[in-house]
């Protein structure tokens, strides 16, 4: 049987890039096949892709914190699958999946992007194995809580990673971005593989990763309108150092907000589509070296 | 008085460029005051806008045609937009309006094109006034057929023309797209301003610009499902030449489809979100030179 990996697309409905792999994975699946693993695929909302939208009702995506799991009352679509994808999957805390790799795009210019939500042994020896092998990927840090208490699909695994490429405009499929996440789920696969078998190659010594820290928000008047765009400095610059003083924001009324703070950071998900409802500007996050622990 | 121009957002609701400029001129007309001219604005499809899509039943950019607008059995909200906005800055075919400036956004990476629906004298004119002064400008002409018979918007006005200005995700404000959509704005309202003082400055003789020809479509199934994707040596090349045998598209069975054609063609909405409900992958223009009339 192996090492059980799950392989999730269309937890959000119009990121395209996973959706489209997922089908052409269940038509050759032996692209999926590797020593020691049992992979298997799933589609996670495919009513907010029919809908062509991100969801229904709530974000798939932030509904499998403990909390929301185990609310029965908590009844809408969203909610509803979070339940079935956790107890088909799951569950969250005592899973059957070893595994869970979820696929997702953005608006922004990430790149490929690798997101941990953890920083095990495991999660940055496949860091440092994905970079050394991909140097465009990037490493994405987010562990400011336990992965238990995030909402992330990915935490209903005993481990959970998410593949996040971009630019891509929601409800298109870009030729160059469905590769790059090809390569990197494929690379994901062959550490998962070689780790179970105890075969990993010797490894870089250190990884380059962002550390995420907070989200700033667009400055808004007191109704909720904001009152500022990103500053063009910005844009498509995501995981380019934000220095104190730098451009930031600009606004409407002609003025620029800079940057306050006392080192540089690097902004991601910058005029992310998804997040506009909540006037989200972009994350902010610091440049971190993890060391990358022994095979 | 003054030659009467209407400036138009919002005729799409997500395309957020031409809806915050309107914000922007309202709170500050002046910054459309040119001697000569009487400029107001228009907010097409606020409902749609709220409703955070393009629009809320059927294109309204589509519903300009004189038989559509002719017929008060088709009453949809976006039909019956159309035939208000008629009554208010048209009617099309004996307007009240000289001249309709119609703002729009795109994904593809367009730059800032100024879209004609007709090559009078003054829409050459106004083209190479544009180019002359904004070299990264891109004319697009489109008289497949005569202005009246298309069903966009700035049609009802006795002169009309289309700001289109991209990459620009749905529902989000890019700083760099709407200083360039300002820019090209300002552009046409000083040179209709010279236009009608009889002050038109020297022009250049001839002015470089795209003719559009034709929408290519995904290849697609029996069933309407795509074959294949654009190929990523398209993607972001809107307006660089597709030379006959170039790949064209990447099929999800790993072939290649490759471009048949005697002559090079200029894609431009290459992989454009909005269209992909109808599997549009591109369009495709000729280049043309356009010989520039003496004022």
Not at 121 to 126: G, K, V
Not at 134 to 140: C, Q
Request: hydrophobic letters at 40%.
């Amino acid at each position: 049987m192996g090492s059980k990996v799950v392989i999730v697309g269309g937890t959000h409905g119009n990121e395209l890039s996973g959706i489209q792999l997922l089908k052409q994975w269940q038509a050759a699946p032996e692209a999926l096949a590797r020593p020691g693993l049992s992979v298997s695929t799933l589609f996670a909302n495919p009513s907010a892709h029919q809908a062509n939208r991100r969801y229904l009702e709530v974000d798939l995506n932030r509904q499998f914190e403990p909390a929301l799991l185990g609310d029965p009352a908590l009844g809408n679509y969203e909610q509803s699958r979070a339940k079935v994808i956790n107890q088909q999957i799951g569950p969250k805390g005592d899973s059957q999946t070893d595994l869970v790799i979820d696929l997702h795009n953005t608006t922004s210019n990430m790149g490929p992007t690798l997101i941990l939500v953890d920083t095990t042994p495991w999660d940055i020896q496949l860091a440092a194995f994905v970079k050394s092998r991909m140097p465009e990927a990037v490493i994405l840090v987010e562990d400011a809580k336990p992965p238990q208490q995030w909402g992330y699909l990915c935490t209903v695994g005993k481990r959970g990673v998410m593949v996040e490429v971009g630019p891509q405009s929601q409800s298109v499929l870009r030729h160059d971005i469905l590769e790059q996440m090809e390569t990197m789920t494929s690379l994901i696969l062959d550490f998962t593989s070689l780790e179970v078998q105890g075969e990993l190659p010797e490894l870089p010594t250190s990884v380059l990763a962002y550390r995420f820290l907070d989200t700033r928000y667009l400055p808004m008047d007191e109704q909720g309108t904001p009152l500022a765009m990103v500053h063009k400095n910005l844009e498509q610059n995501d995981f380019a150092p934000l220095n104190p003083g730098d451009p930031m924001f600009q606004y409407f009324d002609g003025t620029v907000g800079y940057f306050e703070g006392d080192r540089p950071l690097y902004p991601h998900f910058i005029n992310e589509a998804a997040y506009y409802d909540s006037h989200a500007a972009f994350s902010l996050a610091e440049e971190v070296t993890l060391d990358v622990p022994t095979a």
